[in-house]
């Protein structure tokens, strides 16, 4: 019953910084982990960050971590990835994820792509050189 859509991707130079939203309608928002993937041509989806339904617990990708920040909205049901320093290698569709969450908190089972239940359509985000 959730439905999400992604917003906010596109073209940006290398050091710039672009702001994802994930606008979540259905459902409790309140209690899904949500995380955020992406995927390039020819390569595997990737995990890149997830947060807890409190949004107090994140955690992020080696590749991203103290660039990357997670973020969550409760009065807007929106998750939000903050991406800052970007490379050229960040290039990819970005795609948020939802699963509720029962009990406690697991940063290594949300950031596993096929334990989430709804997918958005993701947006392109093109970092050039």
């Known amino acids: 019953q959730v439905q999400l859509v992604e917003s906010g991707g596109g073209l940006v130079q290398a050091g710039g910084s672009l702001r994802l939203s994930c606008a979540a309608s259905?459902?409790?928002?309140?209690?899904?982990?949500m995380g955020w993937f992406r995927q390039s041509p020819g390569k595997e989806r990737e995990f890149v960050a997830t947060i807890s339904r409190s949004g107090r617990s994140t955690s992020f990708a080696d590749s991203v971590k103290g660039r990357f920040t997670i973020s969550r909205d409760s009065a807007k049901n929106t998750v939000y990835l903050q991406m800052n320093s970007l490379k050229p290698e960040d290039t990819a569709v970005y795609s948020c994820?939802?699963?509720?969450?029962?009990?406690?908190?697991?940063?290594?089972?949300?950031?596993?792509?096929?334990?989430?239940?709804?997918w958005g359509k993701g947006t392109l985000v093109t970092v050039s050189s």
């Open positions: 994820a939802a699963r509720a969450q029962q009990g406690y908190y697991s940063s290594s089972y949300y950031s596993q792509a096929n334990n989430m239940d709804y």
């Open positions: 259905g459902r409790s928002f309140s209690n899904y982990a």
